[in-house]
């Protein structure tokens, strides 16, 4: 029975991640940050209480044992973030976190090191028909991708000496059940009907169905060409806000109401409201590349983007009644 780490074991990923794998019989330790953490890891993984995640953080007993470390935890990409300096907080954890326990795992024996970084550690926009590819230069374009670009550096560093064997996943948005934010605010909109701006705008944007992700983190756990490398990971259809909406509605049995209008106005609207992020997101294009863990690995994303999203509403349906009764 082979032993993983998983940090960030309590998180929405890391939920589903261990659950596959305890389904493929391996051994499931969790690095948590408090005694509270305990009660959200799923039923037989074991807990491990390491504090917060910095450049000090003692990994010892966790690592006890271990063959694979999955690293999932990170400070996330905040969107109105109010730290006083948010680069030096996104690099304590993302950056000089990971390389503590980089370090760790090498003085304990740990075979393979799994990295979720993500799209944002290249960049935030692609033009439409030209993804993003694993030859393109990284072009972070704010405090989190710069943390996540410096991060991989560094995983990539110890493949290279041979002191471990490493891999970079980069997944764009996870969506799935227990997914929050943004696709959560999307899915009430068009489940309350609400007319959405959106049907003028011929964007791209790739995303990854959370059990997606979770089979490609298995697959780069369990193939020998994983090491050293990596992977954009995503689903195999892109979609334009507008097709998104509408996958929706058709899983929510809705109609969808789509309405024109101008992408200045959406623009200049977002600014006024202070959402020029949010509305960059809606309106811009950003599409991945999956040829090459397809063509080195041999994986595939087992579920279509109209199975995820299905999937997705129907946990959305059971969440939202429990929020309408209160019940949080």
Known sequence: MKTVLLTGATGFVGTHLSRRLLS??????????????????????????????????????????????????????????????????????????????????????????????????????????????????????????????????????????????????????????????NFWRLMRAVDAGLPLPFKSVRNKRSMVYVQNLVDAVMACCEHPAACGQVFFVADDRPLATSELIQELARALGKRPRLVPAPLPVLRGAARVVGMTAEMDRLIGSLVVSTDKIKSELGWRPPWSVSEGILDTVNWYRIARDKVELGDK
């Open 24 to 181: 493929r019989g391996w051994n499931v330790k969790a690095a948590i940050r408090s005694r509270e953490g305990v009660a959200r890891l799923v039923d037989s993984v074991e807990g491990h209480i390491v504090g917060p995640i910095n450049g000090t953080t003692d990994w010892d007993n966790a690592l006890k044992d271990v063959d694979i470390v999955i690293h999932l935890a990170a400070r996330v990409h905040v969107m109105h973030d109010t730290s006083e300096n948010p680069l030096e907080a996104y690099r304590e954890v993302n950056v000089r976190g990971t390389r503590r326990l980089l370090d760790a795992s090498v003085g304990s024996g740990v075979r393979r090191f799994i990295f979720m970084s993500s799209v944002k550690a290249v960049g935030d926009e692609t033009p439409v028909g030209v993804p993003f590819t694993e030859t393109d230069s990284r072009q972070p374009q704010d405090a989190y991708g710069v943390s996540k670009a410096e991060a991989e550096q560094i995983v990539l560093e110890y493949s290279s000496s041979g002191k471990i064997e490493t891999t970079v996943l980069r997944p764009p948005m996870v969506y799935g059940p227990g997914v929050k934010a």
